[in-house]
């Protein structure tokens, strides 16, 4: 199975409201990277977290290393924040450092 | 900001030719990745690298070749390239357990 599930696999939402993505993974993380992919191709950081959480104006996101899951939640979406969403946990534990990519949630947001 | 580049930027290549994709970054990370991304699976490891002169396989290593010459240079070669490899190809680099930065892209179509 996916070590690394993302939830929902697509999501609608209007202009102005709130959501959340969830990823959920399998193996022992230390680390995850959420990352936006334009509508272009081109892959955006958003947050590096370890154990933790981290916000960045209207993104918010926490990783959660015992219970195996992070979340991304948006307030008041814009039209911008359209495009696919990727969470990639990796451990560091032992020296081979092997990112693991879930496999996104497609992000509409209409007016 | 992390610079990542790749080439080219688009590629046609036909079957059983050889195919030879390069990233190039100037962080002066450890560590570099080779990725490709398809429709319904995410992104998914070919190789990846350590450092100079070093080569590890990823989750789909079969029929790709990785060569890393220098700090700064990272390649995928596809010594027999099939229709079945065509794909968005992209480059990471970044340091052990730490964040990773991601090229533009590589379009590959194999004909």
Wanted: with cysteine.
């Amino acid at each position: 199975g996916d070590k690394v599930k993302q939830s929902p696999s697509a999501l609608s939402l209007q202009e102005g409201t709130n959501s959340a993505l969830r990823c959920n993974f399998s193996i022992a993380a230390t680390t995850v990277q959420w990352f936006l992919q334009n509508p272009r191709g081109s892959l955006m950081n958003l947050f590096y977290l370890v154990p933790g959480t981290k916000e960045n104006g209207r993104l918010k996101s926490a990783f959660d290393s015992k219970e195996s899951y992070s979340t991304l939640h948006i307030r008041d979406a814009q039209l911008e924040d359209s495009g696919t969403y990727f969470c990639a946990a990796a451990s560091s534990s032992g020296g081979n450092y092997k990112p693991t990519f879930g496999k996104g949630t497609s992000l509409v947001v209409h007016p | 900001e992390a610079a990542v580049t790749q080439s080219p930027r688009n590629k046609v290549a036909v079957t059983g030719g050889k195919v030879t994709l390069s990233c190039n970054q100037t962080n002066n990370h450890n560590n570099m990745y080779w990725y490709r991304q398809d429709t319904g699976h995410g992104l998914r490891l070919i190789h990846y690298s350590y450092g100079a002169g070093s080569t590890e396989k990823g989750d789909i290593p079969d029929g790709y070749k990785a060569s890393r010459p220098s700090q700064e240079n990272f390649s995928l070669i596809l010594e027999l390239a099939t229709p079945s490899q065509t794909s968005v190809y992209f480059c990471a680099s970044g340091d052990a357990g730490a964040e990773q930065f991601f090229g533009p892209g590589t379009r590959l179509t194999v004909l």
